[in-house]
């Protein structure tokens, strides 16, 4: 039986293609397994998000207080700034919301009237003659563009009505699921390396704190920066008079999680709304985008995030493009986490695995050749 390389590659691609094949023949067995991952992956997600957000200050309570109470106060300080923010910050956002909601029929309207109005420009005209394209044709596509982007937005806002539902239940399992990852998940890395032979343990160990790093600086960063992202986009829409500021800035700070592609994510709804008021305004959105985005990347990103994902941006962007027609927003999200921890894990192996293949030298041999 040959036993080279390729040979080994293409073997193990067809045996785990024949798996999965199988896989699909048996649903009834797979399906509720699959049902059971599913529910318990948004709050295992929300749980490992605090459990690395509060990590930092459970360790700094830790050095003078018991680790319960240290969590404890991480909890309240937790609740506190939950407190503030339903009584700063939510009602705005409601009220902001519900005028949004009232005033659609309107900005559709303010969006068709300005195509409208772009049809009777002359040098547009002149283009359609000179390349036999029909104004009314780009009026219904870019009509079309917006109601899809209308019923996008619709579909959101069900899906966060479906999460709203949900509260109770995550409200419920995430607390305790956050406690147990802080009590405990100082022991999980040593629960894993009694897994694996001992020869693995060294660079296996070292995976572990590498992953353990990169998730927990991204996680932290991408937190402030959108928090940044955020409030910048909110002040600049302030200033340039757009309605809905407060709601606007939150979308391009939720957006900011999504690498590269997030500000032009922000952008799309915003500009909808800035052409209620004129053309300028959408000029003006794109400007206060441009500058929060740089100063976040050029003067306060570098100092919070570093290169702790190690991940290429052209890379970045085919990632978050496929996981977008895969998994949808979620997996914009989480991909470059998860590219991240594959990296690591590829690297490691392969290096281990080339190490091992080297044949120590012979000492005898090593006098020999001095002599």
Known sequence: MPQGKWFRIGYGIIVVLLIAYLASKVNFVFDPIGKV???????????GMFYYLFRPFVRLLSTKLPKVLAILLVYIGAIGVCYLFFWMIWPPIRNQSINLVNNFPQIVDS?????ESVQQHEWLQEIGQKDALSTENLSNKLTGSLDELLNSVV??????????????????LVPFMIYYLLSEGDKFPGLILRMLPERYHREASGALKEIDASIGSFILSKVLTSLLIGALTFIGYLFIDLPYPLLLGLVAAITNFIPYIGPLIAFIPTAVVALTVSPMTVLLVGI???????????????????????????TVMLLVIGASSIIGALGMIIVVPVYAIIKIIATRVYAFRKLNRIPPKDPLAEVTERH
């Not at 991952?37 to 295992?44: H, I, M, N, S, T």
């Not at 969006?111 to 195509?115: E, G, H």
């Not at 003067?299 to 190690?310: A, C, D, H, V």
């Open 37 to 47: 991952l599913a529910a318990l992956f948004v709050p295992l997600l929300i749980s």
């Open 111 to 115: 969006v068709q009237s300005w195509l």
């Open 155 to 172: 579909g959101s806002v069900r899906g966060i009505f479906n999460l709203i539902m949900n509260f109770f239940f995550l409200l419920g």
């Open 288 to 314: 206060v985008l441009v500058v929060s985005n740089q100063i976040e990347a050029n003067l306060i990103g570098p100092r919070i995030i570093g290169k702790q994902m190690n991940v290429h941006p052209f």
